[in-house]
């Protein structure tokens, strides 16, 4: 079998208000034709369903990096979907690949729908555990 590999795997949420951005995002940040892309309603919201997908692009595409995007204003979420509860979900998403140990670097974006990419890191205070 031929040697397939690509830079990485987007996850983001089918929203199709938030696609646009993700394209021109991914284009210039990971390289045009470079990622796999799974979409899958709240993105890393349910990442017990996201991870067998990230998986198989590991094995096949040997991905350096995941990029997992959550979106503001995200139907998925319903009531639940403040900007912390989404944050924290992708924290999480984080540290459960990062456990696997596979060698992937893990980036978390929380994205508004003006376009705008929030870096969002689990080194900031909020999250900082307290010794
Ligand atoms: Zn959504």
Redesign the pocket.
Same mark, same amino acid.
């Given at each position: 079998m031929p040697d397939i590999s690509c830079n990485a795997i987007i996850v983001s #949420?089918?929203?199709f208000r938030i696609q646009e951005h993700i394209n021109a995002w991914a284009d210039t940040y990971l390289g045009e034709y470079n990622f796999d892309r799974m979409l899958y *309603?709240? $993105?890393a919201k349910d990442f017990y369903h996201v991870m067998e997908q990230i998986e198989l692009s590991h094995d096949l595409h040997h991905i350096k990096k995941v990029v997992l995007v959550n979106?503001e204003d #995200? $139907? *998925?979420y319903g009531d639940e979907g403040t900007e912390e509860k989404i944050k924290a979900d992708l924290i999480k998403a984080e540290e459960k690949i990062e456990a696997l140990e596979q060698g992937v670097d893990v980036e978390t974006y929380y994205l508004k729908l003006d376009g705008t990419f929030e870096e969002v890191s689990r080194t900031s205070p909020r999250f900082v555990k307290k010794d």
């Open positions: #949420c089918i929203d *309603a709240g $993105g979106h #995200c $139907g *998925a």
